[in-house]
């Protein structure tokens, strides 16, 4: 073989060939001439070992002839024989590369030779083989991999001979160099592969030399840490894009630390991690793994600094005992920056520092923060000459970890001690004082940074700010600090309060220079937590806070959300929400008022949350802060009135506040006098500053007009003996002679009035639901002779006084009377008002065209009013649609279906269109949208008109119109409408099933049918047809839908579905009218018969057959209530003679086809099963008894067994199952076709192989219980035999349960109940062994304990079948007693935990109910149970289903009350359970809960009882218990039966 031929073949197992590959190797590593041998042969000879040793499998014969052969090879050379011979060779010649790469200091492979490259890999390939094998054979587990492995017991002995520690001192840093060497990262297409694949070698070389590398951790930490963080310092790339193979040598470096750390020194451990050399190391390596390593790879890290600073025995005391822990260091940022300049004096200032304070004895904990001091006291002068930017960076990153591991040490030791886990106050304020220490030179660092505003390093800013933002999360987690912790020095407060004024100057810095989203997001998130941890830190500097957080809004991240949503939510809860009004009106007074500004406070309104927030604020604000507000946002108004873009945002918080307002009996007189108040003075402002329409102070005045119209309307309805004159219609109107402010309510009706009489008014009356619907939906504009700005304003104001006018046409309805003349009356001429308000909504509403996405006002602001003028009108539809006529419930129907139709289209991705989208989604989901008549009574019309108009240009509009109408509720057609609904749904049908012909595979053309469909279906199932109706259109409906159904477009499910549907509705409303006219019937059929070909046995298509099936079907479901008797006026034959007449004959037409699709055991054939399934199903409840149908059915269930075992498909299973039930439907027709031996086999076979594939069947069950309710005792005896013997199966536990248990619910006669009594006690002893099985899952737990628990109720129930003793009730009782203990507990889910509980319960109440008298005899496994309920009960939390257990286990105690004499004493020991668990801690939830059944088993005990527990428990016990017994005595009474 040439080198070529051999590096590219494939290794044989061949045992010669091996032979003669290793005699080469071997021959070529001992000769003197290997340089030649290396350079012609012997680089294919490593090549054809290396492929030898990465072969999964370690022999093959080759092509298949001589299989002993290869046998023997494998028994005489393996993998690690292979290895063992390569790995002298690998190691040497590395060795000897690794000595010429120290003397020449080359770290590059560019000019690496081939041959060292195959050295790599065949030392990564012998390292894998022989330290595999080692591990196996050292590991317990595996005893299966040993015996395959064969493992010598002198792998061991070959690698410490190979790798002494003097050799791994030099190959695993060159290892490590070779892998981070300076060659391409990514695995390049051709040249640099090689390279590639070197590194790859190197780092797996690397991790297994690393696992044997015997040294100390100080060593480790300063050779082998210190060579991979330089090698990483040396080789800058971006840590998210490093190649695995570095990040592998990263991860073993640190695997190898950590588990060094084991035997080290406590002591020595603590000063080396946290050292000024190894702490920059650890956090430059914790940056190198990746985001998508596994948890314990990224817990690697915390590991490290939990053990290595933080151990429990050897570390923590010490930080308890520091003299810095008594202190709160105070924030300097001078003290940084002179610490900066001089470096070197700050140690001995230090010293002086810690003299002074009394000469503590300083622990050696404090190099901690010596450390961190250290590396960060110096961080100007090392970022401005570049030498000490990494460390900064690299600890800074580090701290979070630092802070997190402290807390988490001090959480520990607090859940070990005996305050059940809680942290106390002062491990609280020991934690708080070690963040102040630890984080005191990063706060110094960055506001000195900030402060000096230099030349700042955006990466060491960044770096800073996330370390202040991550440990101060880390506080707020933990709670380190809680306002309500003693602090009578304030020195916490301080502390916080400096932290919080630095980051506010950081806030003032970041205002005026433009910053990175990540220090936004730091400084952001670090402000949200201040807030959260004390609200007073940034009481002062709200306003700052609130404008820069506006500011960073539009950025993609949601921290500045988060933040202004709390800061709304605390000031919420403290009732003070005043004080962030006034925040965001300093913000305006601390900025210039300019557009900028205005445009960085809106960005409050875009946030829904935070409105929500400010809602609900002013929902539950108190009664005495409203008028404070009120006057707040007025005098704002007022104040702003000359300031455009302050005014504009001043008026939409007044709008929020507004509509918030919750009136009631109490405030209404005030709110009233407010409204009026703001009439005079923000309102008469605005209206009074322009003359021009245009202006924005005219639309701000009309939208702010309009929601105090609406607060005045609500407050009216509280206050008694409202004159509708003088009072409702006061705050629109002014007086003559004032004329300080504009008459809105002349106004408005001037504007109407106007628009009324306009010719273009009566046009776009008249003319434009015909243009519209002409136009093929689309909408069109209209000039309305309204100002663009005033339009949303106007329409609002009219809407809203509408509903003032309702309101006062209601009380002038009560006062006025009957003889008055209606003509004249007032409410007459307010109606009038309203229908003419309507009329001007609706006209301003066209005024763009209808789906059309709005836009922003021409001033820019972002106008409360909404942009969408359908808005509105979708809003107040319950007021207007009392004056509204049918033309504005169609408009508005248009709309409503185009904003429904408009979601994910993509010329509809507006602002405003979502909005539309989300207003129409809100009506269908509101019960009263469907109880308007006005609308309902055009929705079906409309909605099938636009679906019409939209099929040709947009199928994805018509189809969700049509989806929505499907779904709508059809009681509201009435019978008029009925015809004409169904022929436009019909003419759509047949339009769009000529479309989907043209494009078979258009999914929105299928769904529209779907939708067409169903709406006929449900149409026709309500339809109640006029006199003299039109036959033809039925004719047409059964021929159309009969014909498209059945083509080759009809394949999906969906469709034939909804096809079918429609047909069988198609079908019933033919049988309804028989009666008036026979004829729709007969045309029916007559249409049916053209499905099935013109031979007597042609087969059919499965389209045709899953129509035909749905047909006969739906004549068995009337049949068997008794639908088909009607008979005709003009024949004597009735509906039954019909349908018996045509489906025997479509049964003769189809069944030889049927049946030879069926013997094929095919599975597309499930349809065809079906078909056969009701045809004979029909016969067996048929009058005419047919012999053949008999055969038929007997062949066909015959062919059964074999369909069930050869098809596995779920749906020819299901088939088959129906047909089991069908036919048992008529047990007796079934046992003449059938012996009666095989039925039960037949059904039996069913049920117990999908119990073995734990599918529920429950076709099978009612099929079976039929059966067994008409059997006799042989039927029993085949039954019960099968069950007990199984043909020599052994069937499951829960088979057998699940089939007694139907068994012994369904027998009635007392000859069955004779028979099965004497099998009880064997399957009551197999029902036992459900709850034994202690290895299924959670689901098959669950399974198991509810069937148990329904056959124990039954059996039970039933003692005519067995009378259980009482060494069985114990039996039963103490089965259940170990489900609950806690390692089974564990095991299993909520939902299982809930199921299993309230199972046993039932079983529990059932014994009580009927075995009490058994009971006295054996209380002790049934309070042993009660025990293991009640201690259960106590180890649950809410979370896991505490009340629905506590509930279950009340109503068990309670049945214990009627037998109070004899279960008294063994009570006892239940509520002494409970109270242990009181003494013990229990959670309020828990006693609360537990608390009635408490009262119970207190309420079977005598005063005796209540003595002898008064004596058994301690004094801390009686001081828990009393208030529980006390609290008995005054509130329980037992309602039940005593």
């Given at each position: 073989?040439t080198?070529?031929?051999?590096?590219?073949?494939?290794p044989?197992?061949?045992?010669?060939e091996?032979?003669?590959y290793?005699t080469k190797f071997?021959?070529?590593?001992k000769?003197?001439?290997?340089?030649?041998?290396?350079?012609?042969?012997?680089?294919?000879v490593?090549?054809y070992l290396?492929l030898f040793?990465?072969?999964?499998?370690?022999?093959?014969?080759?092509?298949?002839?001589d299989?002993?052969?290869?046998s023997?090879a494998?028994?005489?050379?393996?993998?690690?024989?292979?290895?063992t011979?390569?790995?002298?060779?690998?190691?040497?010649?590395?060795?000897?590369?690794a000595?010429?790469?120290?003397s020449?200091?080359?770290n590059?492979t560019?000019?690496v030779?081939?041959?060292?490259?195959?050295?790599?890999?065949?030392?990564?390939s012998?390292l894998?083989?022989?330290?595999a094998?080692t591990?196996?054979s050292?590991a317990?587990?595996?005893a299966?991999?040993?015996?395959?492995l064969q493992?010598?017991?002198s792998?061991?002995?070959?690698?410490s001979?190979c790798?002494?520690?003097?050799?791994?001192n030099?190959?695993v840093?060159?290892?490590g160099?070779?892998?981070f060497?300076?060659s391409?990262?990514q695995?390049?297409?051709?040249?640099n592969?090689?390279?590639?694949n070197i590194?790859?070698?190197?780092?797996t070389?690397f991790?297994?030399?690393?696992?044997?590398?015997?040294s100390?951790f100080?060593?480790?930490?300063k050779?082998l840490?210190?060579?991979?963080?330089?090698?990483?310092?040396n080789?800058q790339?971006d840590?998210?894009t490093?190649?695995?193979?570095?990040?592998?040598?990263?991860?073993?470096?640190?695997?190898k630390i950590?588990k060094?750390?084991?035997?080290a020194?406590?002591?020595r451990?603590?000063?080396i991690v946290?050292?000024?050399?190894v702490?920059?190391?650890?956090g430059?390596?914790?940056?190198v793994l990746p985001?998508s390593s596994?948890?314990?790879?990224?817990?690697l890290i915390q590991?490290?600094?939990?053990?290595?600073?933080f151990?429990?025995?050897h570390?923590?005391?010490g930080?308890?005992?520091?003299?810095?822990?008594?202190?709160?260091?105070?924030?300097?940022?001078?003290a940084?920056?002179?610490a900066?300049?001089?470096?070197?004096?700050?140690?001995k200032?230090?010293?002086k520092?810690?003299d002074?304070k009394?000469?503590?004895k300083?622990?050696?904990?404090?190099?901690?923060?010596?450390s961190v001091k250290t590396?960060?006291?110096?961080v100007?002068?090392s970022?401005?000459d570049?030498?000490?930017k990494?460390d900064v960076?690299?600890?800074?990153k580090?701290?979070?970890?630092?802070v997190?591991?402290?807390f988490?040490?001090v959480?520990?030791?607090a859940t070990?001690?005996k305050?059940g886990?809680?942290?106390?106050e002062?491990?609280?304020k020991?934690q708080?004082r070690?963040?102040?220490h630890?984080i005191?030179?990063?706060?110094?660092a960055?506001?000195s940074?900030?402060?000096q505003?230099?030349n700042?390093?955006?990466?060491?800013?960044?770096?800073?700010?996330?370390?202040?933002?991550?440990t101060?999360?880390?506080?707020?987690?933990y709670?380190?600090?809680?306002p309500?912790?003693?602090?009578?020095?304030?020195?916490?407060?301080?502390?916080?309060?400096?932290v919080?004024?630095?980051?506010?100057r950081c806030?003032d810095?970041?205002?005026?220079?433009?910053k990175?989203?990540n220090d936004?997001?730091?400084?952001?998130t670090?402000l949200?937590n201040?807030?959260l941890?004390?609200?007073r830190l940034?009481?002062?500097?709200?306003s700052t806070?609130?404008?820069?957080t506006c500011a960073?809004?539009?950025q993609?991240?949601q921290?500045?959300?988060k933040l202004?949503?709390?800061?709304?939510k605390t000031?919420r809860?403290?009732?003070?929400?005043?004080d962030f009004?006034t925040?965001?009106?300093?913000?305006f007074?601390?900025?210039?008022a300019s557009?900028?500004s205005a445009?960085t406070m809106?960005?409050?309104?875009l946030?829904?949350?935070?409105?929500?927030?400010?809602?609900l604020?002013y929902?539950?604000?108190?009664?005495?802060?409203?008028?404070?507000m009120?006057?707040?946002f007025?005098?704002?108004?007022?104040?702003s009135?000359?300031t455009?873009?302050?005014?504009s945002?001043?008026v939409?918080?007044?709008?929020?506040?507004?509509?918030?307002?919750?009136?009631?009996?109490?405030?209404?007189?005030?709110?009233r006098g407010?409204?009026e108040f703001?009439?005079?003075t923000s309102?008469a402002?605005l209206?009074?500053s322009s003359d021009?329409?245009s202006?924005?102070?005219?639309?701000l005045?009309?939208?702010?007009c309009?929601w105090?119209?609406?607060l005045?309307?609500?407050s009216?309805f509280?206050v008694d003996n409202?004159s509708?004159?003088?009072e409702s219609?006061?705050l629109l109107?002014t007086?003559k002679?004032d004329?300080s402010r504009?008459?809105?309510l002349?106004y408005?009706h001037?504007?109407?009035?106007?628009?009324a009489?306009s010719?273009g008014f009566s046009?776009?009356?008249?003319?434009?639901l015909g243009?519209?619907?002409?136009s093929?939906g689309?909408?069109?504009?209209?000039?309305?002779?309204?100002?663009?700005?005033?339009?949303?304003?106007?329409?609002?104001?009219?809407?809203?006084?509408?509903h003032?006018?309702h309101?006062?046409i209601?009380?002038c309805?009560?006062e006025e009377?009957?003889e008055?003349?209606?003509k004249?009356s007032q409410s007459t001429?307010l109606?009038?008002?309203?229908?003419?308000l309507?009329?001007?909504?609706?006209?301003?509403?066209?005024?763009e065209a209808?789906?059309?996405?709005?836009?922003?006002?021409e001033?820019?602001?972002?106008?409360?009013?909404?942009?969408s003028?359908?808005?509105?009108i979708?809003?107040?539809?319950p007021?207007?649609s009392h004056y509204?006529e049918?033309?504005?419930?169609?408009?508005f129907?248009?709309w409503?279906y185009?904003?429904i139709?408009?979601?994910?289209s993509s010329?509809?991705?507006s602002?405003t269109?979502?909005r539309e989208?989300?207003?129409?989604?809100?009506?269908t989901?509101?019960?009263?949208?469907?109880?308007?008549?006005?609308?309902m009574?055009p929705l079906?019309?409309v909605g099938?008109k636009?679906?019409t108009?939209?099929?040709n240009?947009?199928?994805?509009?018509s189809?969700?119109a049509?989806s929505?109408i499907?779904?709508?509720?059809v009681e509201?057609?009435?019978s008029?409408?009925?015809t004409n609904?169904l022929a436009?749904i019909?003419d759509l049908?047949?339009?769009?099933?000529?479309?989907?012909?043209?494009?078979?595979?258009d999914?929105?053309?299928?769904q529209?049918l779907c939708s067409t469909?169903?709406?006929l279906?449900?149409v026709?199932?309500v339809?109640m047809l006029p006199s003299?109706?039109d036959t033809s259109?039925f004719?047409?409906m059964?021929?159309h839908?009969?014909?498209?159904?059945?083509?080759?477009?009809g394949?999906?499910?969906?469709?034939?579905?909804?096809?079918s549907?429609?047909?069988?509705?198609?079908?019933?409303l033919?049988?309804?009218?028989?009666e008036?006219?026979d004829?729709l019937?007969?045309?029916?059929?007559?249409?049916?018969s053209?499905l099935?070909?013109?031979g007597?046995s042609?087969?059919?298509?499965?389209?045709?057959?899953?129509?035909l099936?749905?047909?006969?079907?739906?004549?068995?479901?009337?049949?068997?209530h008794?639908?088909l008797?009607?008979?005709?006026?003009?024949?004597?034959?009735s509906?039954y003679d019909?349908?018996t007449?045509k489906v025997?004959?479509?049964y003769?037409?189809?069944?030889?086809?049927?049946f030879?699709?069926i013997?094929?055991?095919?599975?597309?054939?499930c349809?065809?099963?079906l078909?056969?399934?009701?045809?004979l199903s029909?016969h067996a409840n048929?009058?005419?008894?047919?012999?053949e149908a008999?055969?038929?059915?007997?062949?066909?269930?015959?062919?059964?067994?074999?369909?069930?075992d050869?098809s596995?498909?779920?749906?020819?299973?299901?088939?088959?199952?129906?047909?089991?039930?069908?036919m048992a439907a008529?047990?007796?027709?079934?046992f003449?076709?059938?012996?009666?031996?095989?039925v039960?086999?037949?059904?039996?076979?069913a049920?117990?192989s999908s119990?073995?594939?734990?599918?529920?069947t429950?076709?099978l069950?009612?099929?079976?219980?039929s059966?067994?309710r008409?059997?006799?005792?042989?039927g029993?005896?085949?039954a019960t035999t099968?069950?007990?013997?199984?043909?020599g199966?052994r069937?499951?536990?829960v088979?057998?349960?699940k089939?007694f248990h139907?068994?012994?619910?369904?027998?009635?006669?007392?000859?069955?109940?004779?028979?099965?009594a004497?099998?009880?006690?064997?399957?009551?002893l197999i029902s036992m062994d459900?709850l034994?099985?202690?290895s299924?899952n959670?689901?098959?737990?669950q399974?198991?304990?509810?069937?148990?628990?329904?056959?124990m109720?039954?059996?039970?129930?039933?003692?005519?079948?067995?009378?259980?003793?009482?060494r069985?009730i114990?039996?039963i009782?103490?089965?259940?007693t170990?489900l609950f203990h806690?390692?089974?507990?564990?095991?299993?889910?909520?939902?299982?935990?809930?199921?299993?509980?309230?199972?046993c319960?039932?079983?529990v109440?059932a014994l009580?109910?009927?075995?009490?008298k058994q009971?006295?005899?054996?209380?002790?496994p049934l309070?042993?149970?009660?025990?293991?309920?009640?201690?259960?009960?106590?180890?649950?939390?809410?979370r896991?289903?505490l009340s629905?257990?506590?509930?279950?286990?009340s109503?068990?105690?309670?049945?214990?009350?009627p037998?109070?004499?004899i279960?008294?004493k063994?009570?006892?020991g239940?509520?002494l359970c409970?109270?242990k668990?009181l003494?013990?801690g229990?959670?309020?939830?828990?006693?609360?809960?537990?608390?009635?059944?408490?009262?119970?088993?207190l309420?079977?005990?005598?005063?005796?009882?209540?003595r002898?527990i008064?004596?058994?428990?301690d004094?801390p016990?009686?001081?828990l218990?009393?208030p529980?017994?006390?609290?008995y005595?005054k509130?329980?009474?037992?309602?039940?039966?005593?």
């Amino acid at each position: 073989q040439t080198k070529g031929e051999a590096a590219s073949t494939k290794p044989s197992s061949n045992h010669d060939e091996i032979v003669s590959y290793i005699t080469k190797f071997v021959s070529a590593t001992k000769s003197s001439s290997s340089s030649e041998k290396e350079s012609t042969d012997f680089p294919s000879v490593i090549s054809y070992l290396i492929l030898f040793l990465q072969k999964d499998t370690t022999t093959t014969a080759v092509n298949g002839k001589d299989e002993q052969q290869a046998s023997l090879a494998a028994m005489y050379i393996t993998k690690e024989d292979v290895a063992t011979l390569l790995l002298p060779w690998c190691v040497g010649r590395l060795m000897r590369l690794a000595a010429a790469s120290s003397s020449n200091d080359d770290n590059s492979t560019d000019d690496v030779d081939a041959l060292d490259g195959l050295a790599w890999a065949a030392l990564t390939s012998s390292l894998d083989i022989v330290a595999a094998a080692t591990t196996s054979s050292t590991a317990a587990a595996a005893a299966e991999e040993s015996s395959t492995l064969q493992v010598s017991t002198s792998n061991e002995t070959l690698l410490s001979s190979c790798f002494p520690q003097s050799t791994l001192n030099r190959l695993v840093p060159y290892a490590g160099r070779i892998a981070f060497s300076s060659s391409h990262h990514q695995p390049p297409s051709s040249s640099n592969n090689e390279t590639y694949n070197i590194q790859t070698s190197a780092s797996t070389t690397f991790v297994h030399l690393v696992q044997r590398y015997k040294s100390s951790f100080d060593v480790v930490c300063k050779t082998l840490l210190s060579d991979v963080d330089s090698l990483l310092s040396n080789n800058q790339t971006d840590t998210t894009t490093r190649p695995p193979h570095q990040v592998a040598v990263v991860q073993a470096t640190l695997k190898k630390i950590h588990k060094l750390m084991e035997n080290a020194n406590p002591k020595r451990l603590f000063t080396i991690v946290c050292s000024m050399d190894v702490l920059p190391r650890l956090g430059r390596l914790s940056m190198v793994l990746p985001s998508s390593s596994l948890d314990d790879e990224k817990l690697l890290i915390q590991k490290i600094l939990l053990d290595g600073l933080f151990h429990p025995v050897h570390h923590m005391d010490g930080f308890r005992t520091m003299s810095e822990m008594k202190l709160v260091p105070k924030v300097e940022v001078a003290a940084a920056a002179e610490a900066a300049t001089v470096e070197k004096d700050g140690e001995k200032k230090a010293k002086k520092d810690e003299d002074k304070k009394g000469g503590n004895k300083t622990c050696f904990q404090a190099g901690l923060f010596h450390s961190v001091k250290t590396l960060l006291s110096s961080v100007t002068a090392s970022v401005e000459d570049g030498s000490g930017k990494d460390d900064v960076i690299a600890t800074a990153k580090l701290l979070p970890g630092i802070v997190h591991g402290f807390f988490e040490r001090v959480r520990e030791h607090a859940t070990q001690s005996k305050n059940g886990g809680s942290t106390t106050e002062a491990d609280a304020k020991l934690q708080f004082r070690f963040w102040c220490h630890l984080i005191l030179p990063v706060l110094e660092a960055l506001f000195s940074r900030k402060h000096q505003n230099g030349n700042n390093d955006d990466d060491v800013d960044n770096a800073l700010m996330d370390a202040v933002s991550q440990t101060l999360g880390l506080v707020l987690q933990y709670d380190a600090y809680l306002p309500s912790y003693n602090d009578p020095d304030e020195e916490h407060l301080t502390y916080l309060q400096s932290v919080a004024d630095g980051l506010v100057r950081c806030v003032d810095g970041s205002n005026n220079n433009t910053k990175t989203d990540n220090d936004n997001y730091a400084l952001v998130t670090s402000l949200c937590n201040l807030i959260l941890l004390n609200h007073r830190l940034l009481h002062g500097k709200l306003s700052t806070v609130t404008y820069y957080t506006c500011a960073c809004l539009p950025q993609k991240n949601q921290e500045p959300n988060k933040l202004l949503f709390t800061i709304v939510k605390t000031y919420r809860e403290l009732r003070a929400i005043g004080d962030f009004l006034t925040a965001t009106r300093e913000a305006f007074t601390k900025t210039a008022a300019s557009q900028e500004s205005a445009d960085t406070m809106n960005n409050i309104l875009l946030c829904n949350n935070v409105v929500d927030s400010l809602a609900l604020a002013y929902q539950s604000c108190p009664s005495g802060q409203l008028q404070e507000m009120w006057n707040f946002f007025d005098g704002w108004i007022v104040d702003s009135i000359s300031t455009t873009p302050e005014l504009s945002f001043a008026v939409q918080m007044f709008i929020i506040f507004v509509k918030s307002i919750r009136s009631d009996k109490q405030n209404s007189l005030g709110l009233r006098g407010l409204c009026e108040f703001s009439m005079n003075t923000s309102i008469a402002k605005l209206l009074d500053s322009s003359d021009i329409e245009s202006s924005i102070h005219m639309r701000l005045g009309f939208d702010l007009c309009g929601w105090l119209v609406e607060l005045h309307s609500r407050s009216c309805f509280w206050v008694d003996n409202v004159s509708v004159d003088g009072e409702s219609s006061f705050l629109l109107t002014t007086s003559k002679d004032d004329k300080s402010r504009l008459n809105v309510l002349s106004y408005l009706h001037n504007k109407a009035e106007t628009a009324a009489a306009s010719e273009g008014f009566s046009l776009w009356k008249k003319s434009f639901l015909g243009a519209y619907w002409q136009s093929g939906g689309v909408g069109t504009e209209v000039d309305i002779g309204v100002h663009t700005s005033l339009r949303g304003s106007l329409q609002r104001l009219a809407l809203h006084r509408i509903h003032q006018l309702h309101s006062m046409i209601y009380y002038c309805n009560l006062e006025e009377s009957d003889e008055q003349d209606s003509k004249d009356s007032q409410s007459t001429v307010l109606t009038r008002e309203a229908k003419m308000l309507v009329d001007f909504s609706f006209y301003i509403a066209c005024s763009e065209a209808i789906g059309a996405a709005g836009s922003e006002t021409e001033e820019g602001d972002l106008a409360l009013s909404s942009a969408s003028l359908w808005i509105p009108i979708a809003q107040s539809l319950p007021i207007w649609s009392h004056y509204s006529e049918h033309f504005h419930s169609e408009l508005f129907l248009i709309w409503f279906y185009t904003s429904i139709s408009s979601a994910n289209s993509s010329r509809n991705c507006s602002h405003t269109s979502r909005r539309e989208y989300a207003t129409s989604i809100a009506l269908t989901r509101d019960a009263s949208f469907y109880d308007n008549d006005k609308i309902m009574t055009p929705l079906m019309h409309v909605g099938v008109k636009f679906a019409t108009h939209k099929s040709n240009d947009d199928v994805e509009a018509s189809s969700k119109a049509l989806s929505f109408i499907s779904s709508a509720p059809v009681e509201f057609i009435e019978s008029s409408d009925s015809t004409n609904i169904l022929a436009e749904i019909l003419d759509l049908d047949i339009h769009t099933t000529a479309t989907l012909r043209q494009s078979q595979n258009d999914q929105l053309v299928k769904q529209v049918l779907c939708s067409t469909r169903s709406i006929l279906a449900r149409v026709l199932s309500v339809a109640m047809l006029p006199s003299g109706f039109d036959t033809s259109l039925f004719a047409k409906m059964t021929h159309h839908l009969l014909s498209s159904s059945s083509d080759d477009i009809g394949c999906d499910m969906i469709y034939l579905s909804a096809s079918s549907d429609a047909i069988n509705e198609c079908l019933s409303l033919c049988i309804d009218y028989y009666e008036k006219d026979d004829t729709l019937l007969q045309d029916f059929f007559s249409q049916l018969s053209n499905l099935m070909g013109d031979g007597p046995s042609s087969e059919i298509s499965s389209s045709k057959a899953f129509l035909l099936r749905g047909v006969i079907r739906k004549v068995n479901t009337l049949n068997r209530h008794h639908s088909l008797a009607k008979r005709s006026a003009t024949k004597s034959k009735s509906v039954y003679d019909v349908c018996t007449e045509k489906v025997l004959t479509i049964y003769e037409r189809t069944w030889r086809g049927l049946f030879s699709k069926i013997s094929k055991v095919n599975s597309s054939a499930c349809v065809e099963l079906l078909l056969a399934s009701e045809l004979l199903s029909f016969h067996a409840n048929c009058a005419v008894k047919n012999a053949e149908a008999k055969e038929n059915a007997a062949e066909l269930f015959e062919n059964l067994a074999n369909i069930q075992d050869s098809s596995p498909e779920a749906d020819m299973i299901t088939a088959c199952n129906y047909f089991l039930s069908v036919m048992a439907a008529a047990p007796d027709y079934l046992f003449e076709c059938v012996a009666q031996e095989k039925v039960f086999e037949q059904i039996l076979c069913a049920m117990s192989s999908s119990s073995s594939s734990q599918t529920a069947t429950p076709l099978l069950d009612a099929a079976f219980c039929s059966l067994i309710r008409q059997t006799d005792v042989d039927g029993l005896n085949t039954a019960t035999t099968f069950l007990i013997k199984g043909e020599g199966k052994r069937q499951s536990s829960v088979f057998l349960v699940k089939t007694f248990h139907l068994i012994i619910s369904s027998i009635k006669s007392q000859e069955q109940q004779k028979y099965i009594a004497g099998h009880c006690e064997h399957f009551l002893l197999i029902s036992m062994d459900l709850l034994r099985e202690k290895s299924c899952n959670v689901h098959q737990t669950q399974q198991h304990v509810s069937l148990f628990s329904r056959m124990m109720t039954t059996l039970l129930a039933k003692k005519e079948l067995l009378v259980l003793s009482g060494r069985e009730i114990g039996m039963i009782c103490s089965e259940m007693t170990p489900l609950f203990h806690i390692d089974r507990v564990n095991a299993r889910d909520v939902e299982c935990d809930i199921s299993v509980f309230n199972s046993c319960s039932s079983v529990v109440s059932a014994l009580i109910a009927h075995y009490s008298k058994q009971l006295y005899g054996c209380p002790s496994p049934l309070f042993g149970l009660l025990l293991s309920l009640l201690s259960h009960l106590l180890h649950t939390n809410a979370r896991k289903g505490l009340s629905e257990k506590a509930l279950e286990y009340s109503k068990l105690c309670e049945l214990l009350i009627p037998h109070k004499d004899i279960f008294k004493k063994h009570v006892v020991g239940l509520i002494l359970c409970y109270i242990k668990a009181l003494s013990e801690g229990m959670s309020p939830i828990t006693k609360k809960k537990l608390m009635p059944s408490v009262y119970a088993l207190l309420d079977v005990c005598s005063d005796f009882e209540t003595r002898q527990i008064n004596a058994m428990i301690d004094v801390p016990s009686k001081t828990l218990f009393a208030p529980v017994f006390k609290s008995y005595q005054k509130f329980y009474q037992y309602h039940g039966q005593a």
